[in-house]
Nanobody, 123 residues
């Protein structure tokens, strides 16, 4: 059974830092892209950061230079370090895993999702 379990959410003041983590189990880990997404009620889910199997990363423009995605292949964990947070970063954050395409790129859709962890940034 595939499980992605997020942790580390909470409340933080603007300008502060927070780290959210995701523990994966029940699938092979290798051959997958991992990503962090976020969604607020009434709005579409948006990608925050993606890390490919080879370690290459991509970030949403809104978080570039402030957030860092990383993974530990041995532990099957995914982290998102959030620095210089802003009130607009307030959201539920979701961890996801998707098959790497035959061309080595990350997919447009992800196969497995966690239940999310709430991050609230106060001004």
């Amino acid at each position: 059974q595939v499980q992605l379990v997020e942790s580390g959410g909470g409340s933080v003041q603007a300008g502060g830092s927070l780290r959210v983590s995701c523990a994966a189990s029940g699938y092979t880990w290798s051959g997958y892209c991992m990503g962090w997404f976020r969604q607020v009620p009434g709005k579409a889910r948006e990608v925050v950061a993606i890390i490919n199997e080879d370690g290459s990363t991509n970030y949403a423009d809104s978080v570039k230079g402030r957030f860092t995605i990383s993974k530990d292949n041995a532990k099957k964990t995914l982290d998102l370090q959030m620095d210089s947070v802003k009130p607009e970063d307030t959201s539920a954050y979701y961890c996801a895993a998707g098959h790497v395409s035959p061309y080595g790129s990350c997919p447009p859709r992800y196969n497995y999702w966690g239940r999310g962890t709430q991050v609230t940034v106060s001004s």
